[in-house]
């Protein structure tokens, strides 16, 4: 693994379904984030975590939970899905001064 | 509330330069940053600036001007590889980031 993973890469969910989308990142990076990106907005901020143990709500956390276990790994869940949580969903991570964001390469979710 | 401005779409020719222009209204600033997404895939990390001027890193180049709240993303001898949508970005002063929607660049040969 290099870099940030995420899976599935893409999903076809029942409206109600619960579902969980994972993200794994071996850069050791203490900061991690979700984010989620529909046409014509910009990138939204869904949930974030300063260090492992801690958790944050972004703009737009309602219908999302997460936690942060370990250092590594980030995963978002949907308790009970709803089509407007259909979108292309990206995890990202930083560290540094800059704290300069990297991304995964996203799980596009349809919830019908 | 916080607003991040660029414009939807711009067209530019191969071996061309482009300006792509990003203004901004935010609860402090911390640092502005530009991302390149070619479609379908990630936004991967383009530039930072959080003092005022121009930071050239080969063909791109990014500028701030931190009292006017506006950047511009500067590419020169533009490839067809170049077309993509450019992200602007600014880390407010509770340090998260706020987007912008994206710049679809479109190059024609």
Redesign the interface.
Known sequence: IAGITQAPTSQILAAGRRMTLRCTQDMRHNAMYWYRQDLGLGLRLIHYSNTAGTTGKGEVPDGYSVSRANTDDFPLTLASAVPSQTSVYFCASSEGAKNIQYFGAGTRLSVL | GQN?DQPTEMTATEGAIVQINCTYQTSGFN?L?WYQQHAG?????LS?N?LDGLEEKGRFSSFLSRSKGYSYLLLKELQMKDSASY?C?V?DGN????????TKLIIKP
Request: aromatic residues 24%; proline residues 5%; neutral net charge.
């Open positions: 991040i640092g940053f895939e990630a936004p991967t990390f930072y959080v992200l970005a880390r340090y998260q980031l706020i987007w912008g929607a994206g």
